[in-house]
């Protein structure tokens, strides 16, 4: 049987550790290569292929392809935008059609209200019996309105 | 009847220049069996603070502080209470005392009379 020296023992578990560690810093140098941006999520770490585009082949297809499918998805944006307009001012149309018909119905039901309860023709001068307006009124004026209000009591 | 006019019609008939206001708040105003009225009726004769207007308030039975409301009556010892220049009413209280023919008249200026010396 072998003898084993402390120091040999030693050395051997340190070119282990060093060799372990060589090994780790391996692996951590080919997993950042597959993710440049060093993300992670949750203590997963994001792939390469998270940030690829998804249409990678479309590099290949000529020129010309490139072109014709970009007026396509162009004049698609542009058909979407349309749409989207339309629809927006039809709809800030009939907010504006319901908002006047409803101004209308509840200035006609409250014209209607005020003819049910008055029965008689609304006074529009509001000053007619402040103070300052009947000081100027003679006294006679004053008790035959004064004689007029109290009559119904 | 529409409160706000009836008050406004009285309050400009106690601001009016015109005696003949005085005879309008006394025919209608106090003569009136609402007791809304005869209390703004009375509120606005005082406040002209004049001879003839503190005597209906003062003098008369049933009317002003002889009033049979206490609500009206107590309405115009306030009033008279609040008066700046006192002098006119004192001077109607006074005589009141002395000459009236009624004993509740006259207790009751004597009474009115005390509450104003002392507020004074």
Redesign the interface.
């Known amino acids: 049987m072998q003898k084993i020296s402390p120091l040999r023992s030693s050395i051997e578990a340190f070119n282990k550790f060093k060799a372990l560690r060589a090994g780790k810093n391996t692996n951590d140098e080919q997993k950042t290569q597959t993710n440049p941006f060093g993300i992670a999520f949750k203590g997963t770490v994001i792939q390469m292929d998270v940030f690829e585009k998804t249409n990678n082949g479309d590099n290949t297809t000529s020129t010309h392809g490139t072109i014709k499918e970009k007026l396509q998805n162009a004049s698609k944006l542009l058909t979407s935008t349309w749409v989207g307009t339309i629809n927006k001012f039809s709809s800030v149309k009939n907010n504006v059609i319901a908002f006047g018909n409803k101004i209308k119905d509840n200035t006609v039901a409250t014209y209607k209200k005020v003819q049910e309860i008055a029965n008689t023709p609304v006074e529009l001068n509001p000053f007619k019996?402040?103070?300052s307006r009947?000081?100027t009124?003679?006294?006679g004026e004053?008790?035959t309105?004064?004689?007029n209000?109290?009559q119904?009591? | 009847?529409?409160t706000?006019?009836?008050k406004?019609?009285?309050?400009?008939?106690g601001?009016?220049k015109?005696d003949?206001?005085i005879q309008?708040l006394n025919e209608?105003?106090t003569n009136?069996?609402?007791d809304e009225?005869r209390e703004l009726t009375s509120k606005a004769l005082i406040k002209k603070n004049t001879h003839n207007a503190l005597e209906i308030m003062i003098v008369n039975k049933g009317k002003g502080i002889n009033d049979l409301s206490a609500r009206v009556a107590m309405c115009a010892i306030n009033e008279l209470l609040a008066l700046k220049d006192k002098t006119e009413a004192l001077k109607i209280l006074e005589d009141t005392i002395n000459l009236h023919s009624e004993k509740e008249v006259q207790d009751t200026a004597r009474s009115v009379k005390a509450l104003m010396s002392f507020s004074s």
């Open positions: 019996y402040s103070v009947l000081q009124l003679s006294t004053l008790r309105m004064l004689a209000e109290l119904g009591a | 009847m529409n706000r006019k009836v406004n019609i009285i309050e400009a008939l601001k009016h015109d003949e206001s309008i209608l105003g009136c069996p609402i009225v």
